[in-house]
């Protein structure tokens, strides 16, 4: 029978493979928990929820941060013709014209509703996952799976959704012989951690490169007893 690796070195080597979270890839230091990095991952969850490649997904949020649109007043003074322009040139092309409408739609809604700070959904949620999945989803472009995406990252900046894991996630965390747990599989590495796992399992999930990760685990030796 051939050797299988022990979970803890399973998990060690995700995150040494892949344990970069989207928000650190992007720049986006989402622990702040202040207004444009939230938005930021706002968008990019927008980005990200379309059927198009992560890799695409990525270009363009980091296209829309060169321009400078990364708060909700800029992207909303910025032209729908401007954006389309620079999804499209960064690759967005399927998606450019629907996605730009979005993104103004999203960031008028956050001005108007919120004085374009998410912390004010957070608050008017009263701090239930729930609710703040719910008004999320108010936005155009995020549905279940934007919420997914946004809520994955954002819980080292709103604890009250730890420890949550979208059904991607766990569907890799079962190909690996982790379960399908949340709660027990962020008992698996510090709290901190959680979202460059969860990270580490969506890219593998898209990689499908699962034996990658087990050759890689048993090259490792297990952890003590």
């Known amino acids: ?6 979970r803890e070195q399973i998990v060690v080597a995700l995150l040494d493979r892949s344990g970069c979270t989207y928000c650190s890839e992007l ?3 989402i622990q702040k928990n202040t207004p444009s990095p939230l938005f930021r991952w ?9 059927r198009i490649s992560v890799n695409l997904a990525l270009k363009a949020a980091k296209a829309l941060s060169d321009q400078g649109w990364t708060t909700p007043r800029k992207m909303a003074e910025a032209t729908w013709a401007d954006r ?4 499209n040139h960064a690759g ?6 629907s996605t730009s409408r979005m993104l103004g739609d999203t960031a008028h809604l956050l001005l108007s509703k919120y004085g374009g700070d998410l912390r004010a959904l957070r608050g008017l949620a009263r701090n239930d996952p729930a609710t703040e999945r719910q008004l999320l989803k108010d936005f155009k472009g995020i549905g279940d799976v ?5 809520c994955r990252e954002v819980q ?3 604890p009250e959704l730890y420890p949550f894991a979208d059904t991607k996630a766990l569907a890799a965390a079962v190909q690996l012989g982790l379960g399908n747990d949340a709660r027990a599989l ?20 898209l990689g499908k490169d699962y034996e990658g990760v087990i050759e890689a685990a048993l090259a490792r030796p297990p952890a003590a007893a």
């Open 1 to 6: 029978m051939a050797r299988k690796p022990a």
């Open 27 to 29: 720049g986006i230091d």
């Open 42 to 50: 706002l968008c990019a969850s927008i980005l990200f929820s379309a």
């Open 84 to 87: 389309t322009r620079v999804l």
């Open 92 to 97: 967005y092309a399927r998606y450019d014209e």
């Open 146 to 150: 934007g919420a997914d995406i946004f």
């Open 156 to 158: 080292v900046a709103w």
């Open 186 to 205: 962020a008992g698996l590495v510090d709290r901190r951690d959680f979202p460059r796992l969860l990270a580490a399992l969506i890219r593998t999930s």
